[in-house]
């Protein structure tokens, strides 16, 4: 099979989740600035949401590119990663309008690590359909952003208890690490 309805369905899944989390922003209840402040939180939790969906729609996009044929496989392991991408509406929701209280911060945190999870089990999928000389194996290499992500949301959840701060700032230092597309699959198709 091609990957062209992969792309085509994913793509409309990762429009749906960023519909659902904006329908989410509620109209402030008041005519001046300070009505803003009461949704600062559920703003900035979007931000972040939105910024990791775009992290996610950008680095599937590229990997993508690598593969010549879809296994079945393939196709259940990426339905696997979108099922996961899926929960940041409620996620994102739940830790903004409970402005990033302990419980719902660490719930973000888990599924941010089971998105990078099942985005790691997919690579591997497709590593082992493709071939372990195959564009994504050479270009994926020791991948220490994504050994790294994955470490830091787990320390991120059990902080969150501690305080919801240092989980947040975990979430966010991961989200710039990865803010630039992962050049390394331009490189190997540029080959």
Known sequence: MGKTRLEAFSDGVLAIIITIMVLELKVPHGADISALAQLLPVFLSYVLSFVYIGIYWNNHHHMLHTVDRVSGGILWANLHLLFWL??????????????????????????????AIAYWLLQRTIIASQGKDSL????????????????????????????????????????????????????????
Request: aromatic share 12%; hydrophobic share 55%.
């Open 136 to 191: 994504l194996a050479r270009a994926v290499g020791k991948d220490l952003k994504g050994k790294v992500s994955p470490l830091f949301y787990a320390l991120a959840i059990p902080c969150a208890f501690v305080s919801p701060w240092i989980s947040e700032s975990l979430y966010v230092a991961v989200a710039l690490m990865w803010l630039v597309p992962d050049r390394r699959i331009e490189r190997v198709l540029a080959d």
């Open 86 to 115: 899926s929960l940041f509406p409620i996620s994102t929701g739940w830790m903004g309008e409970n402005h990033f209280a302990a419980e719902p911060t660490a719930m973000y945190g888990v599924v941010l690590l089971m998105a």
